[in-house]
């Protein structure tokens, strides 16, 4: 059985602090920028906290290991679909 890998995977924190400053929103909408573009190689997570809500909201890009705090939804937006339209 063969599993299916993406390239990216855009992990935002739906922990309470994160929710709080919007990270549910964007999460939302991630995912439908994902779904619209029909992409199979970029992939958005909800995750626990991270343990990192003084910075809330928090996320990360992997495997680039790129972390935003106090992100702006747009800054997330932007970066995902930066993913999504990249070369390989
Ligand atoms: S709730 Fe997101 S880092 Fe703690």
């Known amino acids: 059985m ?9 992990y935002l924190c ?3 602090k994160c929710e709080k400053k919007g990270a549910k929103e964007c999460y939302k909408k991630v995912k439908k ?3 619209g573009s029909k992409t199979k190689k970029v992939e958005v ?4 906290c991270t343990d990192r809500c003084d910075y809330a909201p928090v996320m990360s ?4 290991n790129k972390w935003l705090i106090t992100y702006k939804q747009d800054e997330v937006l932007e ?3 930066h993913l ?5």
């Open 2 to 10: 063969k599993v299916h890998t993406p390239d990216h995977i855009v």
């Open 14 to 16: 739906l922990g309470s």
């Open 33 to 35: 920028l994902l779904k």
């Open 45 to 48: 997570i909800k995750t626990e």
């Open 61 to 64: 890009f992997q495997p680039e």
């Open 79 to 81: 970066k995902t679909l």
């Open 84 to 88: 999504v339209t990249k070369k390989s």
